[in-house]
């Protein structure tokens, strides 16, 4: 097959999500990406961006329209696939390594050797070995979350999707896992999407950023990220890394100003 | 040392209160000792009777113990069935509330009616009466596993299997051991009450509710109040068995045990 005939590697045709309610969250959204992107999905509270995320995880059905990844339906794809929330989501019975280790356990293709040696390595990628043996009540939100970010990596995907991972930390912690979520991006080439309410987060993470504007959640702008990687922390103060977050924040602000009423 | 001394200081000092001033009142009011039995005339019999004491002990620890596992099990299960839907909740949860509701001493000589006066019967009352605290609290911790979490399982396609015993089951762990905990105290009411009407026939004869109707019958009251001691103590003692297992269990990850931890 030419090169010229593959299709994308991820692609979302027309997808329409409506709740038995009625309301309408996303209406026909249309995009794509290759492999490797970073996409961040930005925009108000209501505009469905957690539900897109969800649909490619196959977590909530379309209600019409497809999603393809990698050419397999979100189900089937899952297995190249891992999903972080916005809590850390561990089990609190288990040790941060058995927590890392739960993904290759469920899939069941490992052995216990095997998996040790990948929790180990995961552990050491986030640099968490030192705690491996803890409960994770006894680690503070950061490492919750790295811990978190190890599990989902433990299974090698090729497909990140992360529904604002970040948005209960404080700004330091933040933005030290921002720079280390790029780090491990640069070693494992994985794609993501990525949900945020931060511009800043968005501008400094992504290859492209998606607008979304609410009632009905739709895409309202794209904007292409020029920045080389890897990219430093020093980026964050560069007057052309300012200028687009600028941009985006405009862009944000403009799909805000449509009247529409509040949403939970 | 001085920990254990800081903590078990204040509950024993109470206890030495308590007995100085029940033997105290019966000295000064010459209560009549069928009435108020001296701490030491109960002492004494505790010493003099202690086989009978340790038979009963035995049968009833055998009944409530039997009846408390049993009620375990059919319990858990029960919570299982029930976690399955809404539907299945709405629909026989109101029932079960009927175990709560009505009496033990209702239910008793109706049990002994059906299933005959034998031990078997006296395990079936204390079974009813540990039921619903087990089923209500499991229930409850089946059903309020985190969404994330169950994603986070559909999300590596887990089978069914896995997400009841990797999930549902560790996650229901707490609660459940708050059901175990009412039960167990529960239990040795559900085996004495339940003595209490199969003592009529012999087959009862030896447990700690037969022994304490015969003593009351007798006016043996300081016999009876032993025989009320130690069914405390195995009330006591199957509570602080459970306590101590939760400890095992949950004092690595859940709040609960930890605190204790730091005490």
Same mark, same amino acid.
């Given at each position: 097959?030419?090169?010229?005939?593959? !299709?994308?590697?991820?692609?979302?045709?027309?997808?329409?999500?409506?709740?038995?309610?009625?309301?309408? #969250?996303?209406?026909?959204?249309?995009?794509?990406?290759?492999?490797?992107?970073?996409?961040?999905?930005?925009?108000?509270?209501?505009?469905?961006?957690? +539900?897109?995320?969800?649909?490619?995880?196959?977590?909530?059905?379309?209600?019409?329209?497809?999603?393809? %990844?990698?050419? =397999?339906?979100?189900?089937?794809?899952?297995?190249?696939?891992?999903?972080?929330?916005?809590?850390?989501?561990?089990?609190?019975?288990? +040790?941060?390594?058995?927590?890392?280790?739960?993904?290759?356990?469920?899939?069941?293709?490992?052995?216990?050797?095997?998996?040790?040696?990948?929790?180990?390595?995961?552990?050491?990628?986030?640099? %968490?070995?030192?705690?491996?043996?803890?409960?994770?009540?006894?680690?503070?939100?950061?490492?919750?979350?790295?811990?978190?970010?190890?599990?989902?990596?433990?299974?090698?995907?090729?497909?990140?999707?992360?529904?604002?991972? *970040?948005?209960?930390?404080?700004?330091?912690?933040?933005?030290? %896992?921002?720079?280390?979520?790029?780090?491990?991006?640069?070693?494992?080439?994985?794609?993501?999407?990525?949900?945020?309410?931060?511009?800043?987060?968005?501008?400094?993470?992504?290859?492209?950023?998606?607008?979304?504007?609410?009632?009905?959640?739709?895409?309202?702008?794209?904007?292409?990220?020029?920045?080389? /990687?890897?990219?430093?922390?020093?980026?964050?103060?560069? !007057?052309?890394?300012?200028?687009?977050?600028?941009?985006?924040?405009?862009?944000?602000?403009?799909?805000?100003?449509? !009247?529409?009423?509040?949403?939970? | 040392?001085?920990? &254990?001394?800081?903590?078990?200081?204040?509950?024993?000092?109470?206890? #030495?209160? #308590?007995?100085?001033?029940?033997?105290?009142?019966?000295?000064?009011?010459?209560?009549?000792?069928?009435?108020?039995?001296? !701490?030491?005339?109960?002492?004494?019999?505790?010493?003099?009777? /202690?086989?009978?004491?340790?038979?009963?002990?035995?049968?009833?620890?055998?009944?409530?113990?039997?009846?408390?596992? =049993?009620?375990?099990?059919?319990?858990?299960?029960?919570?299982? *069935? *029930?976690?399955?839907?809404?539907?299945?909740?709405?629909?026989?949860?109101?029932? +079960?509330?009927?175990?709560?509701?009505?009496?033990?001493?209702?239910?008793?000589?109706?049990?002994? =009616?059906?299933?005959?006066?034998?031990?078997?019967?006296?395990?079936?009352?204390?079974?009813?009466?540990?039921?619903?605290?087990?089923?209500?609290?499991?229930?409850?911790?089946?059903?309020?596993?985190?969404?994330?979490?169950?994603?986070?399982?559909? =999300?590596?396609?887990?089978?069914?299997?896995?997400?009841?015993?990797?999930?549902?089951?560790?996650?229901?762990?707490?609660?459940?051991?708050?059901?175990?905990?009412?039960?167990?105290?529960?239990?040795?009411?559900?085996?004495?009450?339940?003595?209490?009407?199969?003592?009529?026939?012999?087959?009862?004869?030896?447990?700690?509710?037969?022994?304490?109707?015969?003593?009351?019958?007798?006016?043996?009251?300081?016999?009876?109040?032993?025989?009320?001691?130690?069914?405390?103590?195995?009330? &006591?003692? &199957?509570? &602080?068995?459970?306590?101590?297992?939760?400890?095992?269990?949950?004092?690595?990850?859940?709040?609960?045990?930890?605190?204790?931890?730091?005490?």
């Amino acid at each position: 097959m030419s090169t010229d005939l593959q !299709p994308p590697f991820l692609s979302v045709e027309s997808a329409t999500k409506r709740w038995s309610t009625g309301v309408t #969250v996303l209406d026909g959204i249309t995009l794509t990406a290759d492999r490797g992107d970073f996409v961040s999905l930005i925009g108000p509270s209501g505009c469905g961006k957690s +539900t897109l995320l969800r649909l490619l995880a196959g977590l909530t059905p379309l209600t019409s329209g497809s999603v393809r %990844l990698d050419g =397999m339906a979100p189900e089937a794809a899952r297995e190249i696939m891992s999903f972080i929330f916005q809590d850390a989501t561990l089990l609190p019975w288990r +040790t941060v390594r058995s927590n890392v280790e739960l993904g290759l356990e469920l899939e069941g293709r490992t052995t216990t050797a095997q998996r040790r040696e990948t929790s180990a390595s995961m552990l050491r990628l986030v640099g %968490l070995s030192d705690v491996a043996d803890l409960h994770p009540r006894q680690l503070s939100g950061g490492m919750r979350m790295r811990v978190s970010i190890a599990r989902a990596l433990a299974t090698r995907p090729r497909i990140l999707l992360m529904d604002e991972p *970040f948005g209960a930390l404080d700004e330091m912690t933040r933005d030290l %896992l921002n720079e280390e979520l790029l780090r491990l991006r640069e070693k494992e080439r994985f794609t993501t999407f990525f949900v945020t309410h931060s511009v800043a987060e968005a501008v400094f993470l992504s290859t492209r950023i998606l607008v979304l504007a609410a009632k009905p959640g739709r895409i309202a702008r794209e904007i292409r990220v020029p920045f080389d /990687h890897p990219r430093r922390a020093e980026l964050r103060s560069a !007057p052309e890394f300012l200028r687009l977050v600028g941009e985006v924040s405009t862009a944000l602000r403009s799909v805000q100003n449509h !009247p529409s009423a509040p949403n939970p | 040392m001085k920990r &254990f001394l800081a903590q078990a200081g204040w509950p024993l000092a109470v206890l #030495v209160a #308590v007995i100085t001033a029940w033997d105290l009142a019966c000295r000064w009011l010459s209560i009549p000792a069928y009435v108020l039995p001296p !701490p030491s005339a109960v002492l004494r019999v505790i010493v003099e009777r /202690h086989g009978n004491l340790a038979s009963a002990f035995r049968v009833t620890a055998l009944e409530a113990g039997g009846g408390y596992l =049993m009620s375990i099990v059919a319990g858990v299960l029960i919570a299982l *069935f *029930f976690a399955r839907s809404p539907l299945i909740r709405r629909s026989l949860y109101p029932y +079960t509330i009927l175990l709560q509701t009505v009496p033990i001493v209702a239910i008793a000589p109706l049990i002994l =009616m059906w299933f005959g006066s034998g031990l078997r019967s006296v395990m079936l009352v204390a079974f009813v009466i540990c039921l619903f605290p087990i089923i209500a609290n499991t229930t409850q911790g089946l059903i309020s596993v985190p969404r994330n979490l169950i994603d986070l399982f559909a =999300m590596s396609n887990a089978p069914r299997w896995a997400q009841l015993i990797k999930l549902r089951l560790p996650h229901a762990l707490p609660s459940l051991f708050v059901g175990l905990r009412i039960s167990a105290g529960i239990s040795v009411i559900g085996a004495v009450t339940g003595e209490l009407f199969a003592s009529s026939n012999a087959v009862g004869e030896g447990g700690l509710g037969y022994s304490i109707t015969y003593a009351n019958s007798q006016l043996q009251t300081d016999y009876l109040f032993a025989l009320v001691l130690t069914a405390s103590l195995l009330g &006591f003692l &199957f509570f &602080f068995t459970v306590a101590a297992l939760e400890w095992l269990c949950l004092r690595k990850w859940h709040e609960s045990a930890m605190r204790t931890d730091a005490d």
